[in-house]
């Protein structure tokens, strides 16, 4: 969606984003019931225009597919007064989101009703600031996976009647089969019911299409996949062929990547996809996109981004530097495997933003000569990475050093020359 138009804001609020839950208009204020009452238009969904109905007199509009299409037929009725009707609190994984990405805020009036989230915390008597909230309504179950940690409590919203079942599926598969799973169904409305289960032995068959499902989270001993906060997870998480960037190692490089809010990076060569992954895991704004020339290694690392719960990697099959035209420019750089491949440090080095960071690692000589050539040239940081693991030696232990790793570390100037491209 595009930044609204000033020039286009009207000088009084037009438009009402009115927050509607089970309860229907008893559950709304008279304010918002006589905005309701005076829109000529309503929009919302079927379950909203049944609710309110009462007090609507002029059009019904429920929602177009795609929602886009539903935007576009709200932005049209601009300055004449509107209606659109949402769940619970609309700017709490709601359509207040979307609309105010094209309205300014001086032409709404907002009234927010409790979200779900709020209802299922009062319900189970948890301290909401102290619970993990997820919405996986629409989206891949696999997003609950980084907060399944023992102790834990998560307020999942679902999509669908099938979504606790499914929950309960994931939580079990897991080695977390002991969690509590509290299945809250259409709160706040007649039809409420809640009922508790553990997730190894769900059985529910029979959920209404709203609900929410709250976790305790309990592990099954060592069985559990519980995937620590700090960066450098154990390589025996990740499905992989050899090509890894080892824990040690991976630990460095994202402390060199050093991710922001909102970043995008490039991993380029990446193997079982483990730096775009724990990229991606530091924050759920962050996103990545991994380029592997090989199709199985790009299977692969779309498995692991489902299991480690960051579907949204993106896994561009091709080699570099041609399969990097056309990719969104990044504001980080890892290159783990084809850097010493003709055209492909230039192209990496044209293609990060301005202030982005590039971080290499080699550990053949070829890419190594490449790294100091060009930190020869450019400046940057040049670390060299030795590590070694302890292993058995006859009866006795002794130290196995692994492949010393170079790793060069470079922000782009905001004004590099043409020489230093």
């Known amino acids: 969606m595009s930044t609204p138009d000033r020039s286009l804001v009207s000088a009084a609020p037009w438009l009402s984003i009115i927050g509607i839950g089970e309860d229907g208009l008893a559950g709304l204020g008279d304010e918002a019931k006589a905005a309701i009452s005076r829109a000529e238009i309503v929009f919302g969904g079927a379950r909203h225009l049944e609710l309110a109905d009462a007090a609507i007199r002029g059009e019904k509009h429920g929602w177009l597919s795609p929602f886009e299409r539903s935007v576009e037929a709200v932005l049209a009725a601009r300055g004449r007064p509107v209606v659109v009707l949402a769940s619970g609190d609309p700017f709490f994984y709601g359509v207040g989101v979307t609309l105010s990405r094209s309205i300014a805020r001086a032409e709404m009036r907002?009234?927010?009703?409790?979200?779900?989230?709020?209802?299922?915390a009062s319900r189970m008597g948890w301290a909401l600031q102290e619970t993990v909230c997820?919405?996986?309504?629409?989206?891949?179950?696999?997003?609950?996976r980084p907060h399944l940690h023992p102790g834990s409590r998560i307020l999942a919203l679902t999509s669908d009647s099938d979504g606790p079942a499914a929950l309960a599926a994931l939580l079990s598969d897991s080695g977390f089969g002991?969690?509590?799973l509290t299945v809250l169904e259409a709160l706040g409305g007649a039809r409420e019911r809640v009922s508790s289960h553990q997730a190894q032995s769900f059985a529910l068959a029979d959920a209404d299409m709203l609900n929410v499902c709250a976790v305790e989270v309990s592990a099954d001993g060592t069985a559990a996949r519980v995937l620590a906060f700090t960066p450098g997870l154990d390589d025996a998480l990740f499905e992989?062929?050899?090509?890894?960037?080892?824990?040690?190692?991976?630990?460095?490089?994202?402390?060199?990547?050093?991710?922001?809010?909102?970043?995008?990076?490039?991993?380029v060569g990446g193997g079982s996809g483990s730096i775009?992954?724990?990229?991606?895991?530091a924050d759920s704004s962050l996103r990545a996109i991994a380029i592997e020339g090989h199709?199985?290694?790009?299977?692969r690392m779309r498995r692991n981004a489902r299991n480690f719960g960051v579907p949204g990697l993106v896994v561009v099959e091709g080699t570099a530097p041609g399969a990097l035209e056309?990719?969104?420019?990044?504001?980080?750089?890892?290159?783990?495997?084809?850097?010493?491949?003709?055209?492909?440090?230039?192209?990496?080095?044209?293609?990060?933003?301005?202030?982005?960071?590039?971080?290499?690692?080699?550990?053949?000589?070829?890419?190594?000569a490449v790294l100091l050539a060009h930190h020869a040239r450019l400046g940057g940081s040049l670390i060299r990475i030795d590590i070694a693991r302890a292993s058995p030696v006859g009866q006795m232990t002794g130290w196995r050093p692994a492949m010393p790793v170079t790793q060069w570390s470079w922000v782009k100037p905001a004004d590099i020359s043409e020489e230093q491209r």
């Open 110 to 120: 907002v009234f927010p009703a409790p979200s779900s989230f709020s209802l299922a």
């Open 134 to 144: 997820v919405s996986l309504h629409g989206r891949p179950l696999d997003l609950i």
């Open 178 to 180: 002991g969690s509590a």
């Open 240 to 267: 992989h062929d050899g090509q890894i960037t080892k824990r040690e190692v991976r630990a460095l490089t994202l402390s060199a990547l050093a991710p922001k809010r909102g970043e995008l990076l490039w991993d």
């Open 276 to 281: 775009g992954i724990e990229w991606m895991l």
């Open 295 to 299: 199709t199985e290694r790009g299977a």
């Open 326 to 368: 056309g990719l969104v420019a990044p504001d980080a750089i890892f290159i783990g495997g084809g850097g010493s491949e003709a055209g492909v440090m230039e192209a990496v080095l044209a293609g990060l933003k301005p202030g982005g960071r590039l971080v290499a690692n080699a550990v053949t000589t070829e890419m190594e």
